[in-house]
């Protein structure tokens, strides 16, 4: 490659762009087999005390997790010499951005394909009746309260204020979305 830092600098531009799996997931970049993620596995409370007597520190437990990586992924691209030199430089770094997004594009897929280990939510936990939730312009909002009520109920809130919450709508259920929303806007 003739430009391998540019190349290196806009595939980096591509993979900084926002994405739902960075939003959402605690991303981590490292170089290390072995990533090491301690936490607070107690969380400490107030306690009232009366001036001038004596009170007792609480103890602070942190528990170590971690997670060994024995997979890699690569996306190597072969560029013969010849096509390399009839290429246009702007062409090059239009393929470094392409790299990037399939990077992108292959990480939110195995965020997704976690989905397992994600909380589903049925129609009887918004409110309605047993089974799936059949989306529609008239029930987005049932459905986001309900499913932020679950995250509370689950005492999940204050991670939910922290860090956020995500819905990961369909395509026909994202159009409802957005009729809902331009419904709401026309009404203001």
Not at 27 to 39: A, D, F, G
Not at 69 to 98: G, H, W
Not at 131 to 158: F, L
């Amino acid at each position: 490659m003739r430009y391998p830092e540019e190349w290196t600098t806009k595939l980096q531009e591509r993979l900084d762009y926002p994405t739902n799996w960075k939003d959402v997931c605690r991303v981590e970049y490292t170089n290390s087999k072995v990533l090491i993620n301690p936490y607070m596995s107690t969380i400490p409370s107030l306690q009232s005390h009366t001036r001038g007597t004596a009170y007792t520190h609480q103890t602070l437990v942190i528990t170590t997790d971690n997670i060994t990586i024995d997979q890699s992924a690569n996306l190597p691209m072969f560029v013969d010499r010849a096509d390399e030199a009839q290429t246009p430089y702007s062409k090059q770094m239009e393929m470094a951005d392409l790299q990037g997004t399939l990077i992108n594009e292959a990480y939110e897929s195995y965020m997704l394909a976690a989905h397992a280990s994600f909380t589903n939510f049925t129609n009887a936990s918004i409110g309605g009746g047993a089974g799936t939730i059949t989306v529609s312009a008239s029930n987005i909002d049932d459905i986001i309260r309900g499913i932020k009520r679950e995250i509370g109920e689950a005492n999940g809130q204050a991670l939910m204020d922290r860090n956020g919450a995500f819905i990961v709508w369909r395509y026909a259920d994202m159009e409802l979305l957005e009729q809902f929303c331009q419904a709401r806007i026309s009404l203001a």
